[in-house]
């Protein structure tokens, strides 16, 4: 039996932002260092190009972009929402809120309506989107470690996906948060918690037997 059912399951891409990923952007500073530590950019661009070479559709669930007044209807901001509407990260038409250039999608790819918040799925059509297409079983990688990963993560499962975590396929602002997620966090949320290299390669394998 395929862990990876054909034409069911999606890489879904989060906040492939410039301000996350570039050397330019507003937060690269804070993400580097764990970012270094696990080739998050290198091992991203091997996933999504094995995910595109077998034809898995790619999904993306990018941040909510700063504008003026996003937040000024929320009683409680998170603290997430508080740093963002502070820093102005992800500012709308401005470089930050630009796809990284070795993510920007495709035509064929999906991007879902952005969320204001931490997962994925809040507020948002993504959950639609991957109804649409079929989706059951998500590999889930991108930004951050510990915040949008994880609740989107946790969203996904109770939406009844199967789904998969990458450990160096994420990171975070230190390495104690990246590894408070993927050591203690993911293994009580993903199906599957696992390695780029060892995603590959299981992927390539379910291929040569599809």
Known sequence: MSIYP??????LLVDPYKDFLSARGQAWPLL??????????EN???LIKTGRDQG???FYAMHLKYRPGNYDDLKYLSPS???IKFAKTFKADSFGSEFHPDFVP???????????????FGD???????????ISHLIIVGLLSNTCIESTARSAVDLNYHVTLVTDAVASWTPKDHQAAVEFSYPHIGHIVTTTEKLIRTLAQESQYA
């Open 81 to 83: 929402q508080a740093g």
């Open 32 to 41: 580097r260092t764990v970012a270094k530590q696990v080739n998050l950019i």
């Open 6 to 11: 054909d034409r069911q399951t999606a890489i």
């Open 56 to 58: 898995l559709p790619i």
């Open 124 to 134: 948002t059509d993504l959950h639609e989107k991957l109804q649409e297409k079929g």
């Open 44 to 46: 991203l661009k091997n």
């Open 106 to 120: 495709e035509s064929e790819d999906v991007i879902a309506s952005e969320h204001a918040c931490t997962s994925g």
